[in-house]
């Protein structure tokens, strides 16, 4: 794939909105700017098949014709995220249905569900069609799959999806009794007898569902999306050329992305909405990090897959006309987002949109344009992108510098999703470790831990924090111990062990599989309850934050305890230990990792601050780290309405203006340096 191979910028665009007159001066216009790539047409069923069967290919064959002639690239999405009315009418079961079991109905979009035979058969058509049709076209460089699977609702809970859950789960269980067992059934008379008794999760279910139903359903969400859109991969290979790419949107929740990354596609993009950190109903939190907030969520779709695109990157003010609302970026913010992107590890960053719709649901969703189409600062601010883009060159295809990782695993990820107090801790520690490494300017990767995972790929992190592996399996302790024992730090923290795959709690101490690695059993634990005040402990007499989730230690012979609670009934009891496994160690925290606590970790395992010799910065300032043939770059990211003050430790060059620099430097508002280091 030819594509990201270089660095470039495109834009989102739908012929289908716009008078045809438009677009070649639009196209024009994009290319001046330095724009050269645009995705279309995933919205587009309706213009393609307008009635049944009668397939008309010729309005986009005009709008690809002229990308062509202009010098225009394109990715052509399938628009199977809205289907037509007359589909979705003729053929009700094509819906998803809300958890009473409600269809929904045409108007919104992303109502189809996954699972439909029919809905299959359409999609498939279809595709097959435009791939047949367009899989030589000059001017198309990629694919898209559909648009953002998932997003909307990842609740499938039409009939289709009931009927291939019970092929999914017999497929997994083969009898019931291993299903019964598995789930443990026997609570609350749950045991089924029948494969036709057992239904994707509705409302129906007083109290609660069986939350190993719950997990595998989850799976089974994931399986879909992924087998629905391997079906589309599929089809388009057939027939487009190998230079053109497939590639899909993300990210969204109960999708196992990894495994669609890695084996469905050829690239991985993300859509980037920075003005989301603000919250939705935009309340402000002192606390949060507002648009630097989304570096989390790049650091994750790095773990997808490293080098990545922006399919839909935030040019505009965020809204539709009864949700969402988010103001106008402000001067330079454009710029520092698409760079916050850049910095993370795309290498293709996309705007979201052209020109602001002036019809429909996101007519306040603006693009770079508003509707009167004039020339405005956006579009300048676009054009300075390109322009920088082109003066960063050289950082296209570097890896990030990550100085420690953080371990995640599908099945954790999922049960998180699933049971609350695992998701509550679990999102508490990632917020923490999260927030503690952008204010000691300390870039991390997420690390996922899969069947195949070989001991090379953990090997380049000195430190991997495993912060609540709750379920845990025999083949991912070999390879954590492996780790462990070739040098490398593991950090795990509190509810280590306590599931099997199923969801079910093994009657032994834990951490579980871990004990053997750690030294250490769990004596007590308890949720912090809401009318006590947050324990501490001490760490090399500084203090530590055991907050959210508290348990006591008792460490075994050869295993050393580094902290002990200073209050709390568990006062003077163990919370964190160390033990020495081969070339390496094992630090077991009773805790969760906030902000407090993964700071002073970093701090204490000598990972903050790792460019301090080079670069001092206050913790408002973003550092990212970028390497590639023993190369590296540095992304300064100011995201501050005022200028803030760095200093520079040795001269270095500043890739964006040319110079060279040294001593006090001022990074103005809203705005990023790139230096060679
Ligand atoms: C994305 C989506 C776009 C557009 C945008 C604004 O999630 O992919 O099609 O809807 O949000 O709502």
Known sequence: MDFLKTMSAGVCYYPEHWDESLWESDLKRMLDNGIHTVRIGEFAWSIMEREEGSFDFSFFDRFLDLC??????????????????????????????????????????????????????????????????WGRHPAIVGWQIDNELNCETNDFLSEADGKAFRVFLQKKYASLDALNEAWGTVFWSQTYTDWEQIDVPHTNAIASHNPSLLLDYVRFVSASALSFCTMQTEILRKFIEPRMFVTTNGMFGRLDNHEMARNILDVYMYDSYPNFAYGIDQTWDED????????????????????????????????????????????????????????????????????????GTEIY???????????????REVKAFAEDLEKIQEVCGADTDARFGVLQTVDNQFDA????????????????????????????????????????????????????????KEEETALLKAYVEQGGTLVIGCRTGYKDASGRCPMQPMPGLLREMTGTTVEEYTFRSPAEDMAEAEWNGRKLHVDCFMESL??????????RYTTSYLKGEPVLTERTVGKGRVLHFGGVFTRQAARRFLKNLGLAEPYEDLVKAPDTVEIV????????????????????????GEELV????????????????????????
């Open 654 to 677: 500043s890739l964006l203006d040319g110079e060279k620099a040294e001593g006090r430097v001022e990074i103005p508002a809203y705005s990023v340096a790139v230096y060679r280091i």
């Open 554 to 563: 008792q460490a075994e012979e050869g295993t050393e305890v580094l902290a």
């Open 365 to 379: 969703w603006h693009g770079i344009l508003d509707y009167d189409s004039r020339d405005n600062r956006r579009l």
């Open 288 to 359: 949060s990090l507002h648009d630097r907030h989304s570096s989390l969520d790049l650091t994750r779709v790095r773990s997808i897959c490293p080098h990545f695109g922006i399919m839909e990157q935030q040019s505009g003010a965020n809204g539709w006309y009864n949700r969402m609302e988010a103001s106008m970026p402000r001067p330079g913010q454009l710029e520092l987002w698409a760079m916050q992107s850049v910095a993370h590890g795309a290498d293709y960053v996309s705007f979201f949109r052209w020109r602001t719709s002036p019809v």
């Open 417 to 472: 999703d699933v049971d609350h107090w695992h998701g509550r801790v679990q999102k508490a520690s990632e917020e923490g470790i999260f927030a503690a490494a952008q204010e000691t300017h300390t870039t991390f990767d997420f690390v996922d831990l899969r069947q195949n995972t070989k001991l090379e790929e953990l090997e380049r992190y000195p430190v991997l924090f495993a912060p609540h592996f709750v379920i845990l």
């Open 68 to 133: 062509a002639s202009t010098g225009m690239q394109v990715i052509f999405g399938t628009p199977t995220a809205t289907p037509p009315a007359w589909l979705t009418c003729r053929y009700p079961e094509t819906l998803n249905a809300n958890a009473d079991g409600v269809l929904y109905r045409h108007g919104g979009r992303r109502h189809y569900n996954y699972n439909s035979p029919v809905y299959r058969e359409k999609v498939a058509l279809l595709v097959g069609k435009m791939a047949e049709h």
């Open 625 to 648: 780290g970028r390497v590639k043939d023993g190369q590296k770059w540095l992304f300064v990211l100011n995201y501050l309405p005022e200028a803030q003050e760095i200093r520079l």
